[in-house]
C-alpha cells in the first residue's frame, strides 16, 4: 500500500523569505504525485501535480514542487513567501495506472500547517 | 463553471440516527470521491464512484455506503450513527478515474454527532 509523510506539522516563515514544505511518499511503481492546499472552513484546492516528465512542475499561485526519485520525495517551494500562503498543505500520492484495484486511491499526508510571519 | 457543490454544510445528528450528504460535481466531470477529515486521522479515503459504479472503497465499516446517480452527482449515508462519525465529509470531483487526473473538491459537509 502507497503511504506519504510529511515529517512537519507546522512550518513557520518571514515574508518575503523561501518557503519549504517536505513530502516523502512510498508506493509501488511510478507515482502520481499532488499538493493540495486548505484555507480555513474550506475544501481542498488544487495547487499542481507531477505525473512524468520534467522533475520541477510549477503549479499555481506562485508554488512549484521538485520530484526526486532518488530520494522518493516531492517538496512543496516558493521562492517568497506570501502572508496569505498561509494555510495547511496536503501532498498526495496516487501509484500510476498499472495498479488496479484498491490500491489506485489517492492517498494524503497528514498535512502541514504554513503560517508565514509578515 | 461552477465547482463542486456539498449540502448540506452544516449538520447536527444524535447517535443512532442516520444521514444522507449531497454531493454535486463539476460539469462534465464522472467521478466522485468522499473523504472523511478528522484532526486525529487526518483525510480517508471512503469510497470513489465512476459512471455510476463503486470503483474503490476505503477502511471503512459497512454503515458508509454511497451511490452515484446517471447526472454523476452522488450520495453518501451513514446509518447507526456514532461520535466518533463526527467529521468534515469532503466529495471530490474529477474528469477521469483518479489517478493522473487532479480531483477537486467541494467546502465539505460538517457532521456533529451528539
Redesign the interface.
Known amino acids: 500500500a502507497q503511504s506519504v509523510a510529511q515529517p512537519e506539522d507546522q512550518v513557520n516563515v518571514a515574508e518575503g523569505n523561501p518557503l519549504t514544505v517536505k513530502c516523502t511518499y512510498s508506493v509501488s511503481g511510478n507515482p502520481y504525485l499532488f499538493w493540495y492546499v486548505q484555507y480555513p472552513n474550506r475544501g481542498l484546492q488544487f495547487l499542481l501535480k507531477y505525473i512524468t516528465g520534467d522533475n520541477l512542475v510549477k503549479g499555481s499561485y506562485g508554488f512549484e514542487a521538485e520530484f526526486n526519485k532518488s530520494q522518493t520525495s516531492f517538496h512543496l517551494k516558493k521562492p517568497s513567501a506570501l502572508v496569505s500562503d498561509s494555510a495547511l498543505y496536503f501532498c498526495a500520492v496516487n501509484p500510476d495506472g498499472r495498479s488496479s484495484g484498491s490500491a489506485r486511491q489517492l492517498t494524503f499526508g497528514s498535512g502541514t500547517q504554513l503560517t508565514v510571519l509578515p | 463553471k461552477a465547482g463542486?457543490t456539498q449540502t448540506p454544510r452544516y449538520l447536527i445528528k444524535t447517535r443512532g440516527q442516520q444521514v444522507t450528504l449531497s454531493c454535486s460535481p463539476i460539469s462534465g466531470h464522472r467521478s466522485v470521491?468522499w473523504?472523511q477529515q478528522t484532526p486525529g486521522q487526518?483525510?480517508q479515503?471512503l469510497f470513489?464512484y465512476f459512471s455510476e459504479t463503486q470503483r474503490?472503497?476505503?477502511n471503512f465499516p459497512g454503515r458508509f455506503s454511497g451511490r452515484q446517480f446517471s447526472n454523476s452527482r452522488s450520495e453518501m449515508n451513514v446509518s447507526t450513527l456514532e461520535l466518533g462519525d463526527s467529521a468534515l465529509y469532503?466529495c471530490?470531483s474529477s474528469f477521469g478515474?483518479?489517478?493522473?487526473y487532479?480531483?477537486?473538491?467541494?467546502?465539505?459537509t460538517r457532521l456533529t454527532v451528539t
Do not use: I
Open positions: 463542486v470521491s473523504y487526518g483525510l479515503f470513489e474503490n472503497k476505503g469532503l471530490a478515474q483518479p489517478g493522473a487532479e480531483q477537486y473538491f467541494g467546502p465539505g
